[in-house]
C-alpha cells in the first residue's frame, strides 16, 4: 500500500519562505510524477507545481512561477517544494500527490489523474 507522506508547512509572514517535502513508500524504483496542490477554504483544490522523478524540466502554475520551485531526490519517491516570496494568498492546506508508475506529468494540474495523495500540511501566511 503506498503512502504518501508530507511534512514542513507552517505560519510565516508575507515574504518569508517555507519548505515542504514529500516521500512516497513504496514502488521507490520506479519513476513517477509527483505534484503539490493546494486547496483553501471556499477554493477548489489547484495544481501548484509538479515534476517527474525520473527526470525533465518541473511544471509550476502561473501564480507561482519564479517563487516556488520543486525538486526530486535520487532515491525517486521524494519531492521537495521551496516557497519563497510567500504571500496571504499562498495560503492554504498543500497536499502531495503521485500518480501511478511510470505515468509522465502530462496534464499536470488534473487532480484526478493522481491516485496517491498525502493528508495535507497547513500553510499560513500573515500580512
Known amino acids: 500500500q503506498v503512502q504518501i507522506v508530507e511534512s514542513g508547512g507552517g505560519s510565516v509572514q508575507a515574504g518569508g519562505s517555507l519548505r515542504l517535502s514529500c516521500a512516497a513508500s513504496?514502488?521507490?524504483?520506479?519513476?513517477?510524477?509527483m505534484a503539490w496542490f493546494r486547496q483553501a477554504p471556499g477554493k477548489e483544490r489547484e495544481g501548484v507545481a509538479a515534476?517527474?522523478?525520473?527526470?525533465?524540466?518541473?511544471y509550476y502554475a502561473d501564480s507561482v512561477k519564479g517563487r516556488f520551485t520543486i525538486s526530486r531526490d535520487n532515491h525517486k519517491s521524494a519531492v521537495a517544494l521551496l516557497m519563497n516570496s510567500l504571500e496571504p494568498e499562498d495560503t492554504a492546506m498543500y497536499y502531495c500527490?503521485?500518480?501511478?508508475?511510470?505515468?509522465?506529468?502530462?496534464?499536470?494540474?488534473?487532480?484526478?489523474?493522481?491516485?496517491?495523495w498525502g493528508q495535507g500540511t497547513q500553510v499560513t501566511v500573515s500580512s
Open positions: 515534476i517527474y522523478t525520473g527526470g525533465g524540466s518541473p
Open positions: 513504496e514502488y521507490t524504483s520506479s519513476s513517477k510524477c
Open positions: 500527490a503521485a500518480k501511478s508508475a511510470w505515468r509522465d506529468c502530462t496534464t499536470w494540474s488534473s487532480s484526478q489523474l493522481f491516485t496517491y
